[in-house]
């Protein structure tokens, strides 16, 4: 395993399978963001991101919760300034959910306790989310008379635009079960299930050729912020034609043939 140089709020490190586990690591404050949160997490985002060695992202938060959203401690900091200011600050945490939402390899956050607010976004932005049987969520910008503005396109694309209606104006507390059934996350478990289905989840994705999870995830991208053009038919044949002759897909091609595991297979995490 390599440990990569922790930060004040954040560990990280990266397994001999290529698993960045990465963690907010504020536990009392709950993981809640502030300024340094957000740069910190930018900057090991984007480093996981280059490094030929990671394979996927996990993401947790260190102790009793996952995330309590924004610090308002930070919130309140920013009252007095002007609003040009408060946009540069916002535009750092639009920032984070971007870099999250674009990272190159599959993603997954894993829940427990409580995810209220922005922690939300972050939730939208990974592929996947699974959470244990208590956790709580909370879309609760409007009671402290803010709005989930950085955050609203990821959530409302996971959740879509009716579920928004209600859990955005209600800012109601709603638990694991409810997530599922509205989108926000795709499994809930027990307790002390939840670090066995972060393996099973992490050797799936291990099976199956680096290149290609990229590629698909770029290809995810662009149907979703496209029209069914012509456009988008003539991205999805190049792409194709593009992996077809790729080293990956034709050693994938050649492995399934031979029957044999390709050589991007690995063995797993137990």
Known sequence: MTTLKDTDYLTCNVDTFGVANLSLNRPDKHNAFNAQVIEQLIESINSLAQRSD???????????????????????????????????????????????????HPTLAVVHGCAFGGALGLICCCDVAIADHSALFCLSEVKLGLVPATIGPYVKRAIGARQSRRYMLTAERFGANKAVEIGLI??????????????????????????????????????????????????????????????QGQEGLKAFFDKRPPNWAMGGRK
Request: proline share 2%.
């Open 54 to 104: 990671v394979r996927c992202l996990v993401l947790r938060g260190n102790g009793k919760h996952f995330s309590a959203g924004a610090d308002l401690g930070w919130m309140q900091s920013m009252v007095g300034k002007s609003e040009q200011e408060n946009q540069q600050d916002a535009s750092r945490l639009a920032q984070l959910m971007r870099c999250l939402d674009n990272f190159p």
């Open 186 to 247: 795709h499994e809930a478990v027990e307790a002390s299930e939840l670090e066995k289905t972060v393996t099973e989840m992490v050797n799936q994705w291990q099976l199956n050729s680096p290149a290609a999870l990229t590629q698909t995830k770029a290809l995810i991208r662009e149907c979703d912020s496209q029209a069914l053009d012509d456009a988008l038919i003539e991205y999805t044949s190049q792409l194709i034609a593009k992996v077809r002759v790729s080293e």
